[in-house]
């Protein structure tokens, strides 16, 4: 915290962004979201890309600011011209949801690839999920696990999940539900609990793995704790 002040006395955008992640996040000091703001505008008003993102997710979340879903695209795009990939990969969030901006599939699509091209994980994934949905492309789910693994490759536990997935139905691979298993293993260790949750599924029906009462319940009732809400039914059921 000492640094970045220091950093901040002197102007330095990087370090003002700093300082406003600081403040968001309550590390070193008390959380403080209008603060936060402060200092991210600070160094975005000097050009500072990802500064600029930083207040279009606070405007997008209403932290420290009325909630306004066109200010957040209007800074995410400040930043998503200068090639930041966070930004565009927001953008195309922003698209993809019709928020501060009419709802365009095909848009949301283009600026995920930018952010994708440059190796951007939640991007990737993203990509994966449009292909896996048709939304915005032909449904081509081949397609979608080129992009999921791309992703799920970085560890990207979303995606890991989502390649289980489409290894479990089938969907662009032949169905192997070993495969299933270990890309939903991947995710679960991670925390992740949808990934717990269908890790759980495979133990109870025998997928991939002997049937095993045991792990399904272990692993839906980690899944539950994380909030998931099929693993909390199927406790309920069981």
Do not use: C
């Amino acid at each position: 915290m000492r640094w970045y002040r220091i950093a901040t006395d002197q102007n330095d955008p990087a370090g003002e962004n700093n300082l406003g992640w600081m403040y968001q996040n309550g590390y070193g000091i008390a959380r403080d979201d209008a603060e936060a703001m402060r200092w991210y505008r600070k160094a975005a008003n000097q050009g500072y890309a990802a500064a600029q993102d930083n207040v279009g997710w606070l405007y997008q979340k209403g932290l420290g600011v009325a909630q306004d879903y066109a200010e957040a695209l209007r800074w995410y795009r400040m930043a998503a011209s200068q090639g930041y990939a966070t930004a565009e990969n927001n953008v195309g969030y922003m698209y993809q949801h019709g928020w501060g901006v009419a709802q365009d599939y095909a848009q949301a699509m283009e600026w995920y690839r930018k952010a994708a091209d440059q190796g951007y994980a939640d991007a990737q994934n993203n990509v994966g999920f449009l292909y896996g949905s048709g939304l915005g492309v032909p449904l081509d789910y081949k397609e979608a696990m080129r992009w999921y693994r791309k992703a799920a490759d970085q560890a990207y536990a979303t995606a890991q999940d989502n390649v289980g997935y489409l290894y479990q139905n089938g969907l662009g691979v032949a169905q192997d539900y070993k495969e299933a298993m270990r890309w939903y293993r991947k995710a679960a260790d991670q925390g992740y609990a949808a990934a717990q949750s269908n890790l759980g599924m495979l133990y109870d029906r025998g997928l991939g793995v002997p049937r095993d009462p045991v792990q399904a319940r272990y692993w839906m009732e980690k899944a539950a704790r994380n909030g998931d809400d099929a693993a909390r039914k199927w406790l309920t059921n069981h």
